[in-house]
């Protein structure tokens, strides 16, 4: 198995946040993290590769490929971070240098997690990276900065910095919550083709099933910080028996079904 997480268990300011969360993910497997504000599933994300904000204490297993997460020494957790486990976060702004340029920031990426890669090949590699996110022009686009891009370009551009050492392993963190839906399902579909080209696993953070469907075949489902339901999506879908995922699926009927709605 690729990623193991037993018993995790988040507290902060006093506050328990995640409650004896477990999950697997298998190589090549796409897992969705759902739920509402407040769940946890964006604090799971961040335990996973070491990011959980100063104060708080965590207890319990997160095992990547054999190896604990949890504890880890910060040295040898960046080594891991983007060469093996790449993450997407809900706002690009972010994960984006607003003084660099995006090819610049892509080039650097590369040459971070694998020394020995020159400037010249690094930026050759940053613009074919621009290329696979499907930027348009990527020759000159790379040569823009953060600002200068739309939000769907800056999503693509924060993708393809996650993905341009080949990690086996990706996270998103809500990666199209602010967007519109027209771009969202662009992005989904960039995300779906990816992990496929690539041979990843997937854990996909979100509070909407309509958009979870189109990425993920496993899903876990959170709330106060606790598991209440877990199982194919397929089956999430049809038979839920949680209130809560029962909530989140009417959510997503009425947002599929809706003027100007992901269908």
Known sequence: MSLDVRGLTIDIAGRRVVDDVSFVVDPGARMGLIGESGSGKSLT?????????????????????????????????????????????????????????????????????????????????????????????????????PHQLSGGQRQRVAIAMALACRPRLLIADEPTTALDVTIQAEILDLLAQLVDDDGMSLVFITHDLAVLSQVADDAVVLDGGRVVERGLLATLLTSPTSPVTQGLLRDATATLWKPGGTR
């Open 45 to 145: 994300s961040l335990a996973l590769l070491g990011l959980l904000p100063d104060g708080a204490t965590v207890s319990g297993s997160v095992r990547w490929e054999g190896r604990e997460i949890l504890g880890m020494p910060e040295r040898r957790l960046a080594g891991i971070r983007g060469d093996e486990i790449g993450m997407v976060f809900q706002e690009p702004q972010t994960a984006l240098n607003p003084i660099r340029t995006v090819g610049r920031q892509i080039a650097e990426s590369i040459r971070i997690h694998q020394r020995g890669v020159s400037r010249r090949d690094a930026w050759a590699r940053a613009i074919e990276e621009a290329r696979r996110v499907r930027l348009p022009d990527p020759e000159r686009l790379v040569r823009r900065y």
